[in-house]
């Protein structure tokens, strides 16, 4: 990035877990100007404002916070100011010291533009923050260099081309990540959610049925009381807040997702962290960036978004930090996805697992375990089965969709259309018609040559009546 006393804009690419944060703290320390930090989410401003006090002799003065729960701008001739890309980019109405501040920020040409998960600044919403501050540099962090919408490579003119670029693997065989053993689950659908799944008018509430799926349900609570007996901190992911709420409320676990305040994700994640009676977390998709719990090394993912390579990738980025006390070659963190058998869930899990198999992971596939064969555990009983599915198939449409935040708007898959056709149309000639053109044997062809026109007119008519005057 550095170079003949130069900085060059771009982008470096490490594993959740490799030093991002270090890494982007490293660079402002070497530039030495004013930074502005861009985020994704509130509770990462607040993880990057540690990182700069920690990594750094920046004073609190001069490193401050722009998000809604706290507006502040140093005063110093120069800082460090953390905020979130939806506070730069959003175009509604404002408070009058939000404007001050916003106005500020344009105004001020910035030694260092940081931007955390780089990949969501391809975004029509995200792509303008761009273009409405002015930077002498540019530097894009992430972990997965990668989107569903093909949008990736906008980053090549927006900030800059690629760096460097970490191997998994090599990280993880010096001990600098943790050694993660990934794992599919497969379980069955019970009859009864299977004849629902297969009716056609349930057809908006697929996603919800075999997410709960009574024997994934059993599945989590094995596995959740598996790793709680074997000391270890477990985050449940779900991108269906209805499953998330059943999940966590049936278990009686603390779940977070979109509406959660502030104040409480952090308290949650705080006695996640540090509590000892505190050992698993039930977490929506706000929870998939820039949310740093370094203590968490089982992840069980019980419901995603469609086939989204970078979710997955993302996900298993939450244990991807190095573990303390464990042998070099032994696994010592873990990666469950739970996945209803023959649904379309298995098609989207095999797409969502190609960045990783791409980076080398390999996934082990579990189709027996103990709660499921022996019938124990919750929702076992015929009863409890048909009163879960009441419920399901109550859900209203919007319950029973996934949580959808603003960066999903520019990464979500288009939906096929069906219009009408003809076979013209698949040929690429709509709109088109062909048009004969007289050849030397035309006049022959059509009864003998015509005897106004001259003998050679006959013989070598002309196709195009720009040579025409040659005859005349």
Request: proline share 3%; net charge positive; charged share 25%.
């Amino acid at each position: 990035m550095f170079g003949n006393g130069r900085s060059r804009s771009g982008i470096i690419v490490l594993p959740c877990g490799a030093g991002k944060s270090l890494t982007g703290v490293a660079a402002a320390t070497r530039i030495k100007k004013s930074v502005l930090c861009l985020c994704t989410s509130s509770v990462s401003v607040d993880q990057w404002r540690q990182q700069f006090r920690m990594w750094s002799t920046i004073s609190e003065k001069q490193c401050v916070r722009f998000i809604a729960e706290s507006k502040e701008m140093f005063s110093t001739p120069s800082g460090v100011l953390v905020t979130t890309y939806n506070m730069i980019a959003f175009n509604g109405h404002r408070s009058d010291l939000a404007n001050e501040i916003l106005e500020e920020i344009k105004s001020r040409e910035w030694g260092l533009l940081l931007m955390d998960e780089v990949h969501v600044v391809p975004a029509h919403m995200f792509r303008k923050v761009i273009s409405l501050t002015k930077s002498h540099c540019k530097l894009g962090l992430t972990a997965t260099l990668v989107r569903e919408d093909e949008r990736i490579s906008d980053l090549n003119f927006l900030i800059g081309p690629k760096l460097y670029e970490a191997n998994w693997l090599d990280l993880q065989r010096d001990g600098h990540i943790a050694n993660v053993q990934c794992a599919e689950v497969w379980c069955p659908m019970t009859k009864e959610f299977y004849t629902e799944y297969l009716n056609p008018d349930n057809k908006e509430k697929r996603q919800l049925l075999y997410t709960m799926n009574p024997n994934k349900f059993k599945a989590c609570e094995f596995l959740l009381r598996y790793h709680e007996q074997r000391g270890d901190k477990i985050i449940v992911f779900s991108d269906n807040i209805f499953a998330l709420k059943d999940y966590a409320i049936k278990l009686k676990r603390f779940y977070i997702y979109g509406p959660t305040a502030l104040h409480e994700r952090t308290r949650v994640l705080y006695a996640f962290k540090h509590s000892a009676e505190v050992r698993s977390i039930f977490i929506s998709k706000v929870g998939d960036n820039s949310i740093d719990i370094p203590e968490a090394n089982v992840i069980i993912q019980i419901s995603s978004h469609a086939g989204s390579r970078r979710q997955e990738a993302q996900r298993l980025g939450r244990i991807l930090r190095a573990k303390q006390g464990t042998k070099k070659d032994e696994f010592n963190a873990f990666f469950y996805s739970l996945v209803s058998t023959d649904t379309t869930e298995m098609v989207y899990s095999t797409k969502r697992q190609q960045f990783l198999i791409d980076q080398g992971y390999a996934f082990k596939v579990i189709n027996q375990l103990p709660t499921i064969e022996d019938g124990s555990g919750m929702y076992s009983t015929k009863e409890e089965q048909l009163e879960l599915l009441t419920r399901v198939l109550a859900a209203g449409d919007e319950e029973a969709g996934v949580e959808v935040l603003k960066e999903d708007a520019e990464v979500a898959m288009p939906k096929a259309r069906r219009v009408t056709g003809s076979m013209r149309g698949l040929t690429g000639a709509e709109g088109m018609v062909y048009m004969e053109f007289a050849g030397a044997q035309g006049p022959k062809a059509r009864g003998g040559a015509n005897p106004k026109q001259p003998a050679h007119s006959q013989q070598y008519r002309p196709r195009s009546n720009l040579f025409r005057s040659r005859f005349r």
